[in-house]
């Protein structure tokens, strides 16, 4: 299960302008943060390049940004499928 408070506080430290919303480029540091932290070894541009995919995949109603609930999802995946310790 995922705890709601800390996902929102991993959310908004990695909310670099604070705008309530995750870019696409603070999207991808914060999934590359993740990959790392589950110990996927690959070359930072492969973290890159699967952030961006994610990005893609996360973007649900295609806005172009990835909102609390959208991250949410991901790091459920994290937690749930990865062992992504919150």
């Known amino acids: 299960m995922v705890d709601l408070e800390k996902a ?9 302008n604070k705008n309530g919303i995750m870019e696409k480029g603070e999207f991808i540091e914060v999934f590359s943060h993740l990959l790392k932290k589950i110990g996927a070894e690959m070359p930072d541009r492969r973290h890159e390049e699967v952030a961006e995919e994610a990005y893609n995949k996360f973007d649900l109603n295609s806005n172009g940004v990835i909102e609390f ?18």
């Open 8 to 16: 929102k506080n991993l959310f908004n430290s990695f909310d670099f």
């Open 69 to 86: 609930e959208e991250f949410l999802q991901v790091i459920t995946f994290f937690v749930e499928e990865k062992g992504y310790k919150l």
